[in-house]
């Protein structure tokens, strides 16, 4: 498996997520410029976290117009996969590779924390090294998380089981309590109709060492590596 | 062509949880304004830009709005006004 990261200015989890993939999940990885139109043969595309283009106007509205975009947007057009962390997800949403928005945290707070989350589904290739209502630990650090839809969206993502990871507490349970930024129905994650973008906002790249507090986010990038040997379609 | 100047307010859409908005509303509650209903808290941008006419410049700067300035899922726009710059 071969990995792009996309470097925008602004992004600060790109190297995180190199560490990831090459340390930890033993893939190749590649950084690729935000300005080029070369995804450099990537198999997986990550749009990684941080505030790129300091996050004017709104997380993600100008980055989303960046050359690489547009590569990004026939990558996933083809059906292949592309892993949106936290600013890669606002950068998603707005392309609309993904849809909904997200908008300023409930409580006006940037928050740095662990957050459990719930698996709702491993029909994806994201998401085949989990098993199903498994919780997870895996921290955000955004101030713009509140994943927002009109109810048709919302409706359509539950009903077509793109709903991917909810925030929940430690026993697996929805409550409002376990939701850190007023995210609708708690989500935390999101895949789009095809299921090969997934779009979130904790970030699974900086949970894959129990030395840094969990290696919860592993075997999400496992799983990734997993479907490109094997050719699933899922 | 003529140099407009163009107005445009952008604001959360009704029906969107606008927690800054909230957070005014109660402020002003606490300072007596009884009367004050729903606050929204939005951006307000003043662009300058080249066109034939006044009509040219707000239809110009909804375009704008449309792909860029305003995010169509959660925002509304007004353009509020187009003097020459």
Same mark, same amino acid.
């Given at each position: !498996? +071969?990995?792009?990261?996309?470097? =925008?200015?602004?992004?600060?989890?790109?190297?995180?997520?190199?560490?990831?993939?090459?340390?930890?999940?033993?893939?190749?990885?590649?950084?690729?410029?935000? +300005?080029?139109?070369?995804?450099?043969?990537?198999?997986?595309?990550?749009?990684?976290?941080? =505030?790129?283009?300091?996050?004017?106007?709104?997380?993600?509205?100008?980055?989303?117009?960046?050359?690489?975009?547009?590569?990004?947007?026939?990558?996933?057009?083809?059906?292949?996969?592309?892993?949106?962390?936290?600013?890669? =997800?606002?950068?998603?949403?707005?392309?609309?590779?993904?849809?909904?928005?997200?908008?300023?945290?409930?409580?006006?707070?940037?928050?740095?924390?662990?957050?459990?989350?719930?698996?709702?589904?491993?029909?994806?290739?994201?998401?085949?090294?989990?098993?199903?209502?498994?919780?997870?630990?895996?921290?955000?650090?955004?101030?713009?998380?509140?994943?927002?839809?009109?109810?048709?969206?919302?409706?359509?993502?539950?009903?077509?089981?793109?709903?991917? =990871?909810?925030?929940?507490?430690?026993?697996?349970?929805?409550?409002?309590? *376990?939701?850190?930024?007023?995210?609708?129905?708690?989500?935390?994650?999101?895949?789009?109709?095809?299921?090969?973008?997934?779009? !979130? !906002?904790?970030?699974?790249?900086?949970?894959?060492?129990?030395?840094?507090?969990?290696?919860?986010?592993?075997?999400?990038?496992?799983?990734?590596?997993?479907? !490109?040997?094997?050719?699933? *379609?899922? | 062509?003529?140099?407009?100047?163009?107005?445009?307010?952008?604001?959360?859409?009704?029906?969107?949880?606008?927690?800054?908005?909230?957070?005014?509303?109660?402020? &002003?509650?606490?300072?007596?304004?009884?009367?004050?209903?729903?606050?929204?808290?939005?951006?307000?941008?003043? &662009?300058?830009?080249?066109?034939?006419?006044?009509?040219?410049?707000?239809?110009?700067?909804?375009?704008?709005?449309?792909? &860029? &300035?305003?995010?169509?899922?959660?925002?509304?726009?007004?353009?509020?006004?187009?003097?020459?710059?």
């Amino acid at each position: !498996m +071969k990995v792009g990261i996309v470097r =925008f200015p602004g992004s600060n989890c790109d190297e995180d997520a190199y560490h990831a993939i090459v340390d930890h999940v033993g893939a190749q990885a590649v950084f690729c410029w935000h +300005k080029d139109h070369d995804l450099q043969g990537a198999d997986l595309v990550i749009l990684p976290g941080g =505030f790129s283009y300091g996050d004017y106007l709104r997380p993600g509205a100008i980055a989303r117009f960046s050359p690489i975009m547009q590569e990004v947007v026939a990558h996933a057009k083809r059906g292949a996969p592309v892993l949106a962390i936290c600013n890669g =997800f606002q950068i998603a949403c707005e392309a609309g590779l993904l849809p909904g928005a997200l908008l300023r945290n409930i409580r006006l707070q940037f928050i740095c924390e662990q957050t459990h989350l719930r698996v709702e589904t491993i029909g994806t290739r994201f998401t085949s090294r989990y098993h199903i209502d498994q919780v997870i630990r895996i921290p955000i650090a955004h101030g713009d998380g509140r994943y927002t839809a009109d109810p048709d969206t919302l409706a359509r993502l539950e009903g077509e089981g793109h709903v991917v =990871f909810r925030y929940v507490d430690s026993s697996g349970h929805v409550t409002e309590a *376990a939701n850190p930024n007023g995210s609708l129905r708690n989500i935390a994650g999101i895949s789009n109709g095809a299921g090969n973008v997934l779009g !979130m !906002m904790p970030h699974p790249e900086r949970a894959v060492d129990d030395q840094l507090g969990s290696s919860d986010g592993l075997p999400l990038l496992q799983s990734l590596a997993d479907a !490109m040997l094997g050719g699933v *379609a899922a | 062509m003529t140099r407009f100047r163009v107005a445009v307010q952008i604001v959360p859409r009704r029906g969107i949880l606008d927690p800054q908005g909230k957070a005014v509303s109660d402020a &002003l509650h606490s300072l007596g304004f009884a009367s004050v209903g729903d606050v929204r808290v939005g951006r307000h941008l003043v &662009l300058d830009t080249d066109a034939e006419s006044a009509a040219d410049a707000e239809s110009s700067v909804a375009r704008m709005c449309e792909q &860029l &300035l305003a995010n169509p899922v959660t925002e509304d726009f007004v353009i509020s006004a187009v003097v020459p710059a």
